[in-house]
């Protein structure tokens, strides 16, 4: 849950409209209802111990089994979300805090109590579960599951190990908790004055607001403060991600697989190809991002181009997006996905599923959260009205209703997707929307916005990932060769990244070293090889917008199949059967080409203009 789009020159309300929040009561209507469900769940976790030694007994034992796991661990999930998200309302909230900290703990207790039974799923062997398969329907919803374990046989360790493995989650999950904690509620923020005389502390909210103002002098104070800020905390980073990293390397060693992306691609099932054919295509495209660097600096008007000339549109819009526009735009925009789509994101915009403004000690940025599989999703976001809230807005409803879709379709067993095709649903809505908007009645000026909007989004989700997809695997290759890790070295890392990117020994873009702490900025990187399926996911929703902008009758049909399919199929094979082969170059020379497309568009009408002056 990314935001992609550049922010409006538009300045908004300094005090935000009253509240809109999510009913957390559609999941327990008070905390006490929470307590019990947590107090019932703990005896459950514990009586699932039970089946350990059982599960090759017959089918229908390894049913009983297996549907007391998915019915535990799906009220788990429940009392997990609305932990979480009541604590994200305001961090600042210790009680709340400590319901999240007691509902992880369960969820890693549930982890280990179940720690059993992919090891003595293997003990059983591939034969007897496929007999027990075919001899018990009511196994078909653990089918898929029950052949994911066996495949990885190589890597499974005895019960006893897992159990010690499984206990460590708490400890491994300790940097990013403390990471989120330190950056929304602890971190000392610095204040500055703008050029209109209005003072501003620069948190995460303000830095992301104002690093896209229209004047440069403001540009350069944001960044110069808000990075000179972080660089204070660069050891402190440093120590938090290097742990983090080596916890990724720990498991990839005792799992035995051959380095810690091996492992992280595991999962999922995605060949290491298609991360190292990425990094390579956006490598190859680097020559159409630096004429898009060119582009903005001939329009913003600027002999030189610095980092912090990346945020300001590229054009004026002096246009407000509120809330209601917002889900107005993004309906009719999702026009070609159909009325069943329709229907189910009217739903949602009816319903108290959002958590809409920024309020003092609420979690930055955006996301959805849809695991609680009997209810709905939930949607969080920092609305402040400019265009990237917008584009924030209908990304994070491409997530919900991707999350309705799946639950619709599939079994608590397999509604879960993987990341891989879970950004391809956001993804898609934002490049619909930008379609939607350019194909209005407009002006050069507005038509050279949105314009900008789409090489922005390619910059923001197909180069920026995978710039971030390099470092991430930079900073896990030093330590699987047992070298140094510190926030120091980390920052010399990303600044060679940005300099190479961004152009900077060729003249296109100036990178101040002091911004090469911008690493310590990036949550994701607590997620174990995640950003760059953002990237794969923007050529693959890019492919799909083509094909419904070409008219292409079965586009609907295959992107719905798509979603629909959660986590039924292994994604990049889903993908496959579809003309999506994300280890070969051609989806990003596809998305690079509608980069140059676009930037055909703009420069004929600056050249237009130009020719008439």
């Not at 047992?482 to 990244?497: D, I, N, P, V």
Request: charged share 25%.
């Amino acid at each position: 849950m990314t935001t992609t789009a550049t922010a409006t020159a538009t300045e908004v309300e300094p005090t935000p409209p009253e509240q809109i929040e999510w009913d957390l009561g559609e999941i327990y209507p008070d905390v006490d209802a929470w307590n019990a469900a947590r107090t019932d769940l703990e005896t459950r976790v514990a009586a699932l111990a039970g089946y350990q030694g059982r599960l090759g007994e017959s089918a229908a034992t390894l049913r009983e089994a297996l549907d007391a796991v998915s019915a535990t661990d799906k009220e788990l999930s429940r009392l997990f979300v609305h932990a979480f998200l009541k604590a994200d309302e305001d961090r600042r909230v210790a009680a709340a805090q400590e319901r999240r900290g007691l509902a992880a703990d369960l969820r890693s207790r549930f982890g280990e109590t179940v720690a059993f039974v992919s090891p003595e799923l293997l003990r059983v062997g591939a034969e007897t579960i496929e007999r027990f398969i075919a001899a018990e329907p009511g196994l078909a919803p653990h089918a898929f599951n029950l052949r994911d374990t066996l495949r990885h046989a190589p890597h499974t360790l005895s019960d006893e190990s897992e159990q010690v493995i499984a206990a460590t989650g708490p400890v491994v999950q300790g940097p990013e908790r403390i990471y989120a904690l330190l950056t929304s509620s602890d971190m000392a923020f610095p204040t500055v004055t703008l050029s209109t005389g209005e003072e501003v502390t620069l948190d995460q909210a303000a830095y992301t607001l104002h690093r896209a103002s229209p004047d440069r002098d403001d540009r350069k104070l944001v960044f110069d403060r808000f990075w000179g800020a972080w660089k204070t905390y660069e050891a402190t980073f440093g120590q938090l991600l290097d742990t983090q990293v080596k916890a990724h390397a720990f498991h990839a060693k005792v799992r035995r697989h051959g380095s810690a992306l091996e492992a992280a691609l595991a999962g999922p099932n995605i060949p290491a190809a298609v991360y190292h054919t990425l990094l390579d295509a956006a490598g190859r495209h680097l020559p159409s991002l630096h004429r898009y660097f060119r582009i903005r600096r001939r329009m913003l008007g600027l002999g030189d181009l610095h980092y912090y000339d990346i945020y300001p549109p590229l054009a004026a819009l002096d246009r407000e997006f509120g809330i209601d526009e917002s889900a107005a735009l993004t309906l009719e925009s999702t026009a070609p996905l159909g009325p069943h789509y329709q229907a189910l994101l009217r739903e949602g915009l009816e319903g108290r599923w959002m958590h809409v403004y920024p309020q003092a000690g609420k979690a930055p940025g955006a996301y959805m959260f849809g695991d609680v599989y009997d209810v709905h999703p939930y949607v969080l976001l920092n609305h402040n009205g400019r265009f990237t809230d917008l584009s924030t807005f209908t990304h994070e409803w491409g997530h919900a209703i991707h999350t309705r879709l799946a639950n619709e379709r599939q079994p608590w067993e397999t509604c879960g997707y993987p990341t891989f095709t879970a950004e391809i649903a956001s993804i898609t809505n934002e490049i619909l929307l930008q379609e939607h908007l350019l194909a209005q009645d407009i002006g050069d000026d507005e038509r050279l916005f949105y314009l900008g909007t789409v090489l922005e989004g390619i910059r923001g989700t197909f180069f920026r990932q995978v710039m971030f997809a390099e470092f991430e695997l930079a900073i896990h290759e030093t330590v699987e060769k047992g070298e140094a890790l510190s926030g120091e070295k980390m920052t010399g890392l990303y600044g060679s990244l940005l300099r190479r990117y961004h152009g900077a020994d060729d003249g296109v873009m100036a990178i101040d070293p002091a911004y090469a702490v911008e690493w310590m900025f990036i949550p994701h990187f607590y997620g174990n090889f995640y950003v760059f399926q953002y990237a794969t996911s923007i050529a693959a929703a890019a492919l799909f917008a083509e094909r419904f902008r070409g008219g292409d009758a079965g586009a609907r049909d295959d992107y719905l199949a798509v979603l629909s399919a959660g986590g039924s199929r292994y994604a990049c094979e889903l993908l496959g059967e579809y003309g999506m082969d994300l280890a070969t170059h051609a989806p990003y020379d596809a998305l690079v080409a509608r980069m140059d497309r676009t930037m055909d568009r703009i420069e004929a009408i600056l050249d237009r203009r130009q020719g008439g002056a």
